[in-house]
């Protein structure tokens, strides 16, 4: 915005035509507070982990137990072949 606002300050300094230059400026200004007022509401996401339900990280425990169970069954089926 700022980039945008510069050059019209200095317009409205050099030139004689200061109403349209003055509206673009307030309607630039309106805008830029409009943004900040924006800025200053947002608020951080909250991380993964504080979304998750108890049940949600329960399932999520099962399953990597049983991704487990199932390597170690796959190495013992594996070592009884050989």
Not at 29 to 35: C, M, S, V
């Amino acid at each position: 915005m700022e980039k945008r606002i510069a050059p019209l300050v200095v317009a409205v300094e050099t030139t004689g035509d200061v109403t349209s230059l003055a509206v673009k400026l307030r309607e630039l200004e309106a805008r830029r507070a409009a943004i900040d007022d924006e800025l200053r509401s947002v608020q951080p996401l909250p991380r993964a982990g504080a979304c998750l339900s108890a049940s949600m990280l329960e399932r999520d425990d099962d399953t990597r137990e049983q991704s487990i169970e199932s390597r170690v069954r796959a190495e013992v089926v594996a070592v009884s072949v050989v």
